[in-house]
C-alpha cells in the first residue's frame, strides 16, 4: 500500500527530514506501508494541501496549519504574536488541553496529527535592530501571518505583502526596510546579504508556527493495526528529532547572520511583554471578534505554563 | 499554414442562438478587460500608497490576483469566440474536406466534455466555499466564494460559445477550424 | 506500469491530442484528465479545477497581461512608425539601412513590451510596407520582422522570463537583466547578416535611398520622447525601489495607455478597445495555457513520471555539454509545436533539477531557452509572429516568410552557440547590479 505525502520544502529542509524519517521509519517496520514524498511543492502548491488532504485526495502532508486559518479560525492561534515562549513551552502547549481541542476540529475535517512540532522566527532590519514595538514605527514590513500583519500595524509599522522569495529584492532595493519570518526562510533566502541587524529566536521569540506532519483520518483508521503502529512509532520519533532541530536551527541560523557581518540583537524579557501587551490589543482582539468562542481558546492557550 | 485562423471570427450567420451565444461572449470579454484595467489601477493605487505616503497596502495585492484570475476566466469564452486559444492545425490543414469536419467535430465535442468536467467540478468547488463561508488567511480575509465564482461562471461560458462553435460547423455556417476550404 | 514506459504514454498521447487541432490548452487539460482518471481514479478529476485556479493564483503572473497592454497601446499609435522613421532618417546611409531601422526599432519596442507578437506587430504595420515599397524582397521584409519581433521576450519586460522565474523560483528582475546583453548580441548578429545580405545582393537602389537633412533627421527626434520617457521609467521603478517587477508591470502599463491617450489622441473609444481587445486576446490566451500547464504537470507528478525522469537522467553518465545539447534539441522540438509558455511550464519542473545538478547557471539557462523559444516562434505549425506577419502581409505567403527568417535563425544558433562559450554574456549584467548570482 502507498501512502502520497506532499510539503513545499527542500530535501534539506528539517520539515523534509521529518517526513522522510516518518517515511524510513515505516519502511523499516516492513507492514506492506510505503510512503512517497512530494517535496519542494511538486505535487500541490503550499497553501493547496489542506483542502485535498481532508478530502482524502492526498494523504499527508507537513503544512503550517495557520494556512487553513480562513477555514478553521481556530488555527489562526497557530501563529500568534507571543503565544509561544520558546521551544519548549512549544512543545508543553502540543501536550495541551488546548491543543486537543485544535485537533478535534482538524477531526471535523478528517484530518490529524502525526507529529507536532514548532520553527520559531525572528525579525531583520535593513537599517537598524527591531526589539520593542517603538522600533516598527514607520518602516515597510513585510510579516509572516496575518496575527503578525495585525500586530505590526498596531506598532506603527506599514504593512507590505510579498512571498518570502521576494523579501531579498524588496529589501535591496530599500521597499522593504523589515522583515518578519522563520529562521530557515532567512537563510535559505540569503537574506542577510541586505540586513544591517538580525533579532533571531533565543530565549524568548515572540514567532513561533505550528507546523505538523498531518494524515487524512480516514486513510489512517483504513490501515491495519500493524500499519497504524508503525506509523505512530516513526511519527513519535520523528517528533522527538523535530523539536532538537528546531532548538538547533535558531542557533545554526544566528551563526550565519553572524558570520556574514550582521549585527546580531537580543528581545529582552521586557521587549516581549510589550509585543504581547500590544498583541492583546490587536491580533488577540481580532481574533476573539472573528471566532465565537475564541476567548476561551486563547485562554486555553495561555493557560499553557 | 497554421495562419489563417488566427485573423477569423466566430461566424454567425444571422442565426439567433449562435447570435445570443457571440453577444454573451462579446459582454464576458468587455467584463474580463474591466478586470485587468482595475487590475493595473489597483496596482498604482498600491505603489502610490507605499512609496508616496508610506503607508500600509493590505488588500490590494490580493485584489489584484483575484481580479487577473477572473479576468482569464471569464475572458475564456470571447478568446475563444475570437479564434485566440492558440491551436497546431498541422492534421486538419492535411485532411480532405470531410476528414477535417469530422476532426472538428470530435475535437469541439470532446473540448465540451472537458469544459463540462471542469464546470461541474468547478462549481461543486465553488458552492463549498460558499456553503462553509471560507475566507483567505490574510488580514483583508475575503470571503473566497466570491474570487471562485470566476471558475463555474468562466467554464460555463466557455462551454456555450464551445457549444455554439460545434452548431456553426454542424449547420456549415462556419468552417472546421476556421480554415479556408482546399 | 513503470513511471517512465508510462512517460513516453503521455508524450505519444500528447502529441496526438494536440495534432488534432484541439486548442493547445483544452488539449494539455483533456490529457491530464484522461491519465489521471486511469491511474488516479475519477475522484482526483475533483482536483482539476482547483488546480486551475491555484496555478494563477500568483501575483507575478499579473504582470503579463500589464506587460501586454504596455506592447499593444503603443503599438496601436504611431509611435512604432515614429521609432521607425527616426532610426530610418538616420541610418539612410547604411547599406540595407531599411532593414536595420526596422531591427532597432524591434528591439526598441521590445524593451517596452513583454511579449513577441506585440512587438512584431508594433513595428510590422509600418516597416514591411514600406521596405516593400522600396523594393525589398518580401522574404527579407517579413523575414527581418518576424525575428526582430521576437527580441520581445529576450530584452527585458518579458512574459517567458516571468513565467520561468515563477515557475523556477529565480528572482524575475535578475533574470530580466540577463536578457539585455543577449538581445543586443542578438540585434548585432540580426544587422551583420541584413549588412552583408545587403551588400552581397549589390543592389544599388536598396544601398543608398534618398538622404535626409539634418533639419529632418533632428526634427523626428522629439517624436522618440515619450518612447523612452516610458522605458527609463518602468527601469526606474524595477530597479530603484519604487516596486517590484511585477508591480513595475502596472506602472508601464499605465503610462503607455496615458502616453497613448494623451500624446497620440487615442481617445476614441473604439480604438481603446481595440487596444484592450488585443491584449486580453493575448494575455488570456497565455493564462490559459499557464493553467493548464499546471494541471499537466500536476498529472506528470502525481504519477511520479517527473521525478522518473529525472532520476533516469541523473543515473546517465553523460558529458554535461551532451546533456545540454539534447536539452535543447528537446526544447527546439518542443517549440515548434507549443508557444514558449506552455514549454517553459512543462519542462521547468523536469529539467531544472537535471540542469542545476550538472553545474549550469539557471539564470543562464533561461536566457539560452528563450532564445531556443524564440526560434519556435517564427516556425511552423505553431509560430505566434507567423500569425502577425501573416495578418499585416496576407500576400506574402508562409514559405516567403520562413525562408526570410532563416538566417535570422542562424543568427539565433549562433547566439546560443557563444552563450555556451561565453557564459558571461548573460550573466555579467545582474551580478554587476544585483550582485553575485544566489
Ligand atoms: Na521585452
Ligand atoms: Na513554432
Redesign the pocket.
Known sequence: EELRLSHQWSTSDIRHQVAQMVADGVAAADVDLDIKIFGSSSLFKAREQYRPLSRGLLDMTVLPLSYAGGQQPAFNLTLMPGLVRNHDHAARLSASPFMKELEARMADDDVMVLVHGYLAGGFVGADGCITSPDDVEGLQIRAAGKAFEQMLAGAGASITSMSSSEIYSAMQTGILNAANTSSSSFVSYRIYEQAACYTPAGDVALWFMYQPLLMNKSTFEGLNEDQQDALLAAAAEAQAFYLEEAKLEDAASEQVFRDAGVEIARMSPEDFEAWRALAQETSYKAFVEDLPDGQALLDMALAVE | MATKNSAGVAQTGGNPFLHAVAAISTLAGWCSAAMIVAAVAITCQMIFIRFVLNGSTIWQTEAVIYLAIASTLIGLAYVQRLRGHVNVDLVPLLLPARGRYILCVITLTLSIVMVGVLLFHGYEYWHLTFERNWKSDTVWGVRLWIPYLALPVGFALLMLQLIADLVAVVLKIDKPFGLEDL | MDPLLLGAFVAISTILVLFSGVSVAIGLVIVSAGFLLIFDGARSLELLPEILFGKLDNFALLAIPM?IIM?SSIASTRAGADLYEALERWLTRVPGGLVISNLGACALF???????PA?CAAIGKMGIPEMRKRGYPDGVAAGSIAAGGT?????????TMIVYGIATETSIGRLFLA?VMPGLLLVALFMAWSLYSTWKSGDKQLLNVGSYSWKEKFEILPRVLPFLAIIVGVLYAMYGGIATPSETAAVGALLCLLIAMVIYKLWNPKDLWVVLRDSTKESVMILFIIAAAGVFSYMLSSLFITQAIAEWIGTLDVNRWILMCFVMLFLLVAGFFLPPVAVILMAAPILLPIITAAGFDPIWFAVVLTINMEIGLISPPVGLNLYVINGIAPDISLKTILKGSMPFVACMVIAIVLLCFFPSIATWLPDVVMGAAI
Do not use: D, E, H, N
Not at chain 3, 110 to 116: E, V
Not at chain 3, 151 to 159: A, D, E, K, R
Open positions: 506587460f506592447g521590445a524593451a517596452m513590451s513583454g511579449s513577441s512587438t527580441l520581445g521576450i529576450l530584452i527585458p519586460p518579458s512574459v536578457g
